[in-house]
């Protein structure tokens, strides 16, 4: 594919109805695990993102039959061919969430071979968690030439304790752990609302997995699933990115599908803002009234039910238009600043700060304080990872003038068709190939 820019032009206030897609972190996961059983999977209300057919491709290279039916947004997966049990390298690398097939392979097939996963550059994100406790169970893993094997002679429950609530490790432990006999116990598990959908979709697969409480999951094996037939929820990190296209202009966004109880303390930091939010009854569908004088309010991200760290960036981009000044703290991964720099080129004051609250870098701190301007202004930026490319069309939206944002891959790895779901709120927006955009453009800093 060639490369591609977002362009975006100031235009207005943006209002109306629109309606999110299937959550891509929750997707994702479901796909892996329909290699548990035997047969045709269907999931339906499937965003078809870049991310999606990267799993498509996985779960292909794997010999499973794979079709996507991209106006009805759905996805089935017979694994009734599955023959292989080597993760294909280049789509390892493309997305982390490759490494979620690990568990299913070791659950039904007792082998995966993998290399280590790539994806967004938000961090180190190891996966020690998942390997450590892989052992724990039974599991035998060497590297060689920088390919990890993995086997085990049979899987054994066992108690896990998790020392970070980490959504990946809570989430192949689960898949490896719902065909091993007796009863495994995850503490400290990751409760995203992503990790609550996977329960579903295993349950409905026959599977035995009760929540306790304090973060427990108690696993009992089966000894065969039957293939899902699931409906993905609706994307949380998509509907918070719209609420805060209507909070940036200035407008009214009514997200008609947003489930608000899973996510309570980001609304709240909305109406903390000055915002005035309007629930469904049931918590189904949010919508957004924007004050035209929001005042900036501090955040820290964390484990679900804190802040998602997936909205750090687009929330940080309404604290550069807000009133006073906030500090915003990543606690979930070590380097998710990388979009303050384009931020700043757009005009935002934002200061990285070290834990002794000294002037550091952007690679170097988990704490940035952001002072609110009048205006940021249009820019060529670069998206690094999903949600920085998210933050910037944000940005460019409330920005005087044109932006231009390349690294469109990760906009369209993370959303399926976002873009077009802006202009029916009234966005200038689109997406074109690097060929059109004129040299001088290129490399012109402002476009004012
Ligand atoms: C998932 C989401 C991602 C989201 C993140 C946190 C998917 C496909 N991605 O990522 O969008 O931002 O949850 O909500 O669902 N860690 C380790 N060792 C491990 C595993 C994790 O040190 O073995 C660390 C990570 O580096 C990170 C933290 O734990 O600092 C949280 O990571 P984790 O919850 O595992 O995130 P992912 O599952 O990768």
Redesign the pocket.
Known sequence: MSEEYIKVISSGPLHGEVSVAGAK?AV??SMAATLLADGESILTNVPISSDVRYMAILLQCLGAEVALDEERKLVTVDTRSVCCFTVNPDVMKKM??SVLVMGPLLARFSQAKLVFPGGCSI????????LKNFKKMGVEIHYVDEVLHAKTKKLQSCRIALE??????TENILMAAVLTEGTTTIVNA?L?P?VLDLIEALQCMGARIVICPAAIIQITGVTSLKPMNHSVIPDRLEAGSLLLAGAVTGGDVFVTNARAYDMDIFLMKLQEMGHKIEVGLNGNGVRIKATQLPEAVSFKTG?YPGF???LQSPMMVAQCLATGTCEIHET???NRFLHVRELQKMGAQIKCISGSGLACSVGDCDKVQVTGVEALYGTNVIATDIRASCALVLAGMAAKGKTVMTGVDHWRRGYDQLDKKLIQLGLRISIQPVDYLIPSARNAEHFI
């Not at 961090?123 to 998942?130: D, E, M």
């Not at 970070?164 to 490790?169: D, I, K, T």
């Open positions: 972190n994702l996961v982390r969430a961090g180190a994100r190891p996966i020690n968690y998942h970070y609530p980490s959504v990946g490790a990751a995203e992503e484990p998602p760290t997936d979930v991964f070590e």
